[in-house]
Each structure stands twice: as structure tokens, then as C-alpha cells.
Nanobody, 124 residues
Framework: QVQLVESGGGLVQAGGSLRLSCAAS????????MGWFRQAPGKEREFVAA????????YYADSVKGRFTISRDNGKNMMYLQMNSLKPEDTAVYYC?????????????????WGQGTQVTVSS
């Protein structure tokens, strides 16, 4: 059983930056592919970025490509999302998640464990 806790959200002006962190415990972190998802009010939860178990492969939604960077530190059981050039449309609750072993890293259905989320608000 993996427990995930996000932190680092907040209020930022458009064009600004934030760094989200995800702390994992209770499992073998390095065996899980990991992802970031977000959910805006009235919308479905959507994929943002994902990273393979060893960190060698990363994947991004088109909407954040070139602005967001996902990374992980298996020695510290941590995952990060560096968000630059933030836009008002990035406003959402951001969730980190651990993938079901052997499944893909893009869809929400491929993830078994979820954090409680952290709010990111980008003002125009």
C-alpha cells in the first residue's frame, strides 16, 4: 500500500512558476511508474505528466509540454513537477498517483494510488 502526499501548491500570477512535490511512503517507490494529474472545477481529471520507474522516460500532455518538467528521486521517495510559464487555464487541483505495475502511464485507469491533491491557482 502506497501513501502519497502532495505539497507546493498555491496562488501565482500568470507567467510565474511553482514546484509541486509528492512524498511517497509505505511501498517500494522505485517499482512504481508515477504520474501527475489535475482536475479543474466542473471538468474531468486529466493527465498532466508521467515518469517511468527509473526516471528515464517522461511523458507530457500537449497542453503542458515545454512548460512543465516531471522528475523523481528514488533515493528520497519523492516526485516533483516543475511548472513554469503558468497560465490561468492551469488552475486546478493537482494529484500525484502511482501506476498499477505493468500498465501504461497515461490514463487515470492505470493508476492505483492517489494523493489528496494540492490546489494551484493562476491569476491573470
Amino acid at each position: 500500500q502506497v501513501q502519497l502526499v502532495e505539497s507546493g501548491g498555491g496562488l501565482v500570477q500568470a507567467g510565474g512558476s511553482l514546484r509541486l512535490s509528492c512524498a511517497a511512503s509505505g511501498g517500494t517507490f522505485r517499482t512504481y511508474g508515477m504520474g501527475w494529474f489535475r482536475q479543474a472545477p466542473g471538468k474531468e481529471r486529466e493527465f498532466v505528466a508521467a515518469i517511468s520507474r527509473g526516471g528515464g522516460n517522461t511523458y507530457y500532455a500537449d497542453s503542458v509540454k515545454g512548460r512543465f518538467t516531471i522528475s523523481r528521486d528514488n533515493g528520497k521517495n519523492m516526485m516533483y513537477l516543475q511548472m513554469n510559464s503558468l497560465k490561468p487555464e492551469d488552475t486546478a487541483v493537482y494529484y500525484c498517483a502511482a501506476a498499477i505495475p505493468g500498465r501504461g502511464l497515461i490514463g487515470t485507469n492505470n493508476y492505483d494510488y492517489w494523493g489528496q491533491g494540492t490546489q494551484v491557482t493562476v491569476s491573470s
